[in-house]
């Protein structure tokens, strides 16, 4: 029975851990549907914009008020999950606060202490976040595409921080051996009070309560990830490796449309030539994108990071005039499909059957699509280098070049440069009357 404690904490961590990888790997799974695409170019530029935006959080204090909450949310979180270590070593040989008999005391005063001010703020914070959410209510958060999950998701995340600082602190406030050091208990030290004329008894059953309400809400949270939108806190770093390096607005060309020009203007290219030996049997590539596989993979891991912080939206003109786009539901449109589509392949045994549906029409509708000015204002301000615009102009192109389904006003404008060499209903000849015309 002495060891029977341990024996728990090992089988819950190795549950917690097992569930967390599993899913995982239906992420990764689920990523490698898309395209391939490489991105093993400029890589100390990658690098550094990891180190910058993912790590340095340089893009979400663009927002002053939200960015310094969340650097400290998120620094908070991280640092304190630290003592996450110091609880599995303590749970798995049944040693308690081994940091304090391996590190010098005030070295491990200096780490808790630390800890319990960051859990202070990160509480702050978090309350700051509810009500901008609940009480103020700010506009980006109430867009039609965060209602029902999206906004209970993020009120849920907010409540499990709340739950993990409390019962960070609580399990420090009645630690009577910590306290009694002195060294650490710069916040806990407060707490105390809440919990005289308890018996020793009491106040350790108290505590190992809390410690191991404390673990279990961790492998809780780790595993909740996969459900939510707070993925990002994982995936933000690969994300921010793997974005574009491009400069923002430069297009890339359809390597299977360049090949054709290529070849049309090769002068020694045999018209009559016979195609190689099996090239028939190949299936042509699609132009543009219709659903999720034909993405490629980065931009389904851009679906699997958003944050929905509603900044792309918030920045978008098309839809600042009141027209249907957003650019956070365009990224979310994409997530909710391959998720669908890999719910589909774990039910038929690691094979997707086609359920009828696509990501175009049946999440994401032209009209969305060609609202979009392609200004890249929700590119620029993406706080994890998330590309909406690549999406949207992939599905463009399925319209243009496999559907023919362009705007009246594009299709018109198209045939101009066919039959004109130019955007405009005027030959050449006639292309230059209006300097006469004054």
Not at 32 to 54: C, P, Y
Request: include cysteine.
């Amino acid at each position: 029975m002495e060891y029977l404690p341990n024996i728990i904490f090992a089988i819950i961590l190795i549950i917690g851990i097992g569930y967390f990888s599993r899913n995982i790997m239906k992420i990764i799974r689920n990523i490698k549907l898309g395209q391939k695409v490489d991105a093993s170019d400029n890589k100390s530029q990658r690098w550094s914009n990891m180190a910058r935006i993912a790590l340095g959080q340089s893009k979400m204090v663009k927002r002053p008020v939200a960015g310094f909450l969340h650097v400290v949310v998120y620094v908070g979180f991280i640092i304190i999950n630290i003592e996450v270590l110091e609880i599995i070593i303590d749970g798995l040989f049944g040693t308690h606060r081994i940091g304090a008999e391996y590190l010098p005391s005030s070295l491990y005063g200096f780490l808790i202490g630390s800890f319990e001010v960051l859990a202070v703020l990160v509480l702050m914070s978090v309350i700051v976040f509810w009500i901008r959410r609940n009480v103020i209510k700010l506009k980006r958060f109430l867009s039609s595409e965060m209602k029902g999950w999206p906004k209970s998701d993020g009120n849920i995340i907010l409540y499990f921080e709340v739950v993990l600082m409390c019962l960070f602190l609580i399990m420090n406030a009645t630690d009577s051996v910590f306290q009694f050091s002195g060294s650490g208990n710069v916040v806990s030290q407060f707490l105390t009070p809440w919990f005289e004329g308890l018996s020793q008894g009491t106040l350790h059953t108290i505590e190992r309560t809390a410690w191991w309400l404390h673990i279990v809400g961790i492998l809780v949270f780790l595993n909740y990830l996969y459900f939510s939108k707070h993925l990002h806190i994982l995936l933000a770093f690969p994300n921010t490796y793997f974005g574009s390096v491009e400069a923002k607005g430069k297009f890339n060309n359809l390597e299977a449309v360049t090949n054709e020009v290529k070849l049309m203007m090769d002068p020694d290219t045999d018209p009559f030539a016979t195609p190689e030996e099996g090239a028939d049997d190949e299936a042509p590539a699609k132009f543009g994108a219709s659903d999720v596989m034909d993405l490629n993979r980065i931009q389904l891991l851009n679906a699997y990071t958003c944050t929905e912080c509603g900044r792309c939206t918030s920045a978008c003109p098309a839809n600042l005039t009141g027209k249907k786009l957003s650019p956070r539901k365009i990224m979310m449109d994409t997530r909710d499909r391959l998720e669908e589509v890999g719910k589909i392949i774990d039910a038929n045994n690691g094979e997707f059957k086609d359920d009828g549906k696509q990501l175009l029409g049946d999440y994401i509708t032209n009209e969305e699509l060609w609202a979009c000015t392609t200004c890249n204002a929700c590119v620029e301000e993406c706080p994890v280098s998330i590309n909406p615009l690549s999406i949207i102009l992939e599905m463009r192109r399925y319209l243009v070049m496999e559907q023919s389904a362009a705007p009246m006003e594009i299709n018109n404008m198209m045939t101009n440069i066919e039959n004109n060499g130019a955007p405009w209903p005027y030959n050449q000849m006639d292309r230059l009357n209006w300097k006469d015309e004054n």
